[in-house]
Nanobody, 129 residues
């Protein structure tokens, strides 16, 4: 069983930064894809960013177009922790952010939250103008 616990969310003004963390416990393999999704009120859950194992010591990083150049996803396998550094935040980034883990192939292309995996409980990010 895998458990994921997010932290680091909160209120922030537009243009500011936040760093989300996701602590994973249980049977987590370094080959697993780890990522972030978000869900705004009245909207469907959408992909934000993820890391995928390349088969060697390198991990690919994938980003939604809406966050490219502003968000950076990273992972520390020794700590079983996933991070999301969010810079230049916009009001439209307001959402509940969820950490997720799935198999090595990730969530597909385009990434689909319906892919079987594990989810955290979410952390609220609120960006004000």
């Amino acid at each position: 069983q895998v458990q994921l616990v997010e932290s680091g969310g909160g209120p922030v003004q537009a243009g500011g930064s936040l760093r989300l963390s996701c602590a994973a416990s249980g049977r987590i393999f370094s080959s697993y894809a780890m990522g972030w999704f978000r869900q705004a009120p009245g909207k469907e859950r959408e992909f934000v960013a993820a890391t995928r194992w390349s088969g060697s010591s390198v991990y690919y990083a994938d980003y939604a177009d809406s966050v490219k150049g502003r968000f950076t996803v990273s992972r520390d396998n020794a700590k079983n922790t996933l991070y999301l550094q969010m810079n230049s935040l916009k009001v439209e980034d307001t959402a509940v952010y969820y950490c997720a883990v799935t198999g090595a192939t990730g969530w597909g292309n385009p990434p689909r939250p319906s892919v079987t995996g594990y989810w955290g409980q979410g952390t609220q990010v609120t960006v004000s103008s």
